[in-house]
């Protein structure tokens, strides 16, 4: 509930009581989000001059009803001074002579609407609530664009770090090299080299994985469907990452009917089986296992689950893992290199084929990411979540 | 310490580019280091390894990792030189600069240093507080 505070300005006492009166009952019922219930509180004054002293020595109120023609200043007088001092309110101008050229002036000095007078308390009532309704959709219009900026500016100033780090990392490396710091053995020297060459890659992927999500967010990049055979895309992911899995003894498993072929863009589905293989890759322990399911249901509906037994999650910290940027930090991941964008484009992507992307994990034991697609939907809208704010959401 | 053994310093950073860069360079400068990349890494590093000198990140896993750790060595090794390194400046904006000794006695350390850190600049405040730490043993 929320209540607005209304100021009628009239020289003519029976208006001024009238008004007050209808209105001190009077409750606009509005959706939830929007304001809810809004009821009125009203305060009065009689003139032009005392309408702009009050509005200046108190709080301005939400919503003027003005009288067009007072003695003194009249509400044309009003508007403009108001406008002066900075004052807003939503204003209606009650006016018995509402000649074209008067409502053109009202409106160009900032007047909403117009009431003739004289007018029934159902007529007041009417205008009141379209008024309230203009206002209350026009606050919450500037309380989401101001979230949205909040939300971007957050994201630009992480981006910002995370692009920060790397380029320190490898000035570090090159001064080094540049001041032989480390003396000349040709060991260390290819050590430096080597390290800074991780660090640029890193940073490399972590532009290549931005220019994907805001692909992703903007709807700008033709998506395009074709036959798609999820298995040898599976496959394909798994043998990308063979050479690091065998490296630390890690088994690869793939559960899948002989073709799963489905409708889809290609290129969407790789990345999403390229980031959770080599996730479970990544944060798997050595020796440990990677078992990628894809079970195909009715109609184009499709499972796909990856397995590992690595360092699992927190229940915590599996709530805040699709976000952007969000790498759990601790003893055993600081080593592991990431991005920290691949599952939160993962979501993203699954939610392009009206399906999501989830974790169920056990600390110590392992984690299983599920990812479910519907094939058969319709190309499907961008997805209009503002989630990121990395870019604006466009067709 | 003998003449013969060379001057040990403990270096403790979460960040694994800053602890390679200034092992290699502290080694490369004669130092023998024993490189950490935790609070709890760095305790058990002591438990065979004896410091001359200790660098140490102030933001680890927990924000006031350095602090802790500072006091806890410091009461470990009376006199042990530590040197604080920070990002804190450049992150926060806040400025620390314990040049009084009820300062220096706050921080637990005897310098602190705003990343980045120039390596020669590094190496002027580790000579400094050995040759403060070996005239102190010396009166």
């Known amino acids: ?395 | 310490m003998t003449t013969t053994e060379r001057t040990r310093i403990l270096l403790v950073d979460d960040d694994e580019d800053f602890l390679f860069q200034h092992r290699i360079q502290l080694e490369n400068a004669g130092f023998e280091v024993a490189a950490a990349s935790s609070r709890t890494e760095a305790e058990q590093a002591i438990a065979s390894f004896t410091p001359d000198l200790a660098i140490l990140d102030l933001m680890m896993e927990h924000h006031d990792d350095g602090f802790v750790l500072s006091h806890h060595l410091k009461r470990r090794f009376s006199n042990l030189p530590v040197i604080m390194v920070t990002a804190v400046t450049s992150e926060t904006g806040l400025v620390f600069d314990p040049a009084s000794p009820e300062e220096r006695r706050w921080v637990g350390a005897d310098a602190l240093l705003a990343k980045p850190i120039r390596f020669e600049q590094l190496k002027r405040e580790i000579d400094r507080l050995l040759a403060a730490a070996s005239a102190a043993r010396r009166e």
């Open chain 1, 1 to 395: 509930m929320q209540t607005l505070r209304v100021l009628v300005v009239d020289d003519e006492l029976g208006m001024r009581l009238a008004v007050a009166r209808v209105l001190s009952n009077f409750v606009v019922h509005l959706n939830e989000e929007v304001g809810g219930e809004i009821h009125f509180e009203v305060q009065t004054a009689e003139s032009g001059e005392q309408a702009i002293e009050m509005m200046t020595s108190q709080p301005e109120p939400d919503l003027l009803l003005l009288d067009l023609k007072m003695p003194g200043i009249s509400g044309l007088e009003v508007l403009a001074q108001m406008r002066q001092r900075n004052l807003h309110p939503l204003t209606v101008m009650i006016t018995a002579y509402a000649t074209l050229e008067t409502a053109i002036d009202a409106t160009k000095r900032g007047a909403h609407d117009f009431l003739p007078k004289p007018f029934t308390p159902d007529e007041l009532r009417v205008a009141v609530r379209r008024a309230v309704k203009h206002l209350m959709v026009e606050r919450q219009a500037q309380r989401l664009r101001e979230e949205k900026r909040q939300v971007r500016f957050q994201f630009i100033s992480v981006l910002g770090h995370e692009l920060k780090a790397p380029l320190a990392a490898i000035e570090g490396y090159l001064q080094i090299l540049r001041d032989g710091t480390a003396g000349q053995s040709p060991e260390t020297i290819q050590q430096v080299v080597q390290r800074a060459l991780i660090r640029a890659h890193g940073m490399r992927k972590l532009i290549s994985d931005l220019l994907d999500l805001t692909r992703i967010e903007s709807g700008q990049k033709r998506r395009e469907f074709g036959p798609v055979d999820l298995r040898e895309i599976a496959q394909n992911a798994l043998d990308g990452v063979a050479q690091a899995a065998e490296a630390r003894e890690i088994t690869l498993a793939l559960h899948a009917p002989e073709r799963v072929p489905v409708v889809a863009d290609r290129g969407e589905i790789e990345i999403i089986f390229n980031n959770l293989v080599s996730n479970a890759v990544k944060y798997n322990r050595n020796g440990g296992r990677v078992d990628v399911t894809i079970e195909p249901g009715e109609g184009g509906l499709v499972r796909i689950a990856v397995a590992d037994t690595g360092i699992g999650l927190t229940r915590e910290d599996a709530s805040r893992l699709f976000q952007e940027f969000v790498r759990i930090k601790n003893d055993q991941t600081r080593t592991i290199p990431g991005t920290g964008l691949g599952l939160s484009i993962v979501r993203k992507l699954a939610q392009l084929y009206q399906g999501d992307a989830t974790v169920e994990s056990e600390p110590g034991v392992g984690s299983t990411f599920t990812v479910t697609l519907d094939t058969a939907a319709p190309p499907p809208a961008p997805v209009s979540e503002p989630s990121s704010g990395a870019v604006p959401i466009a067709r």
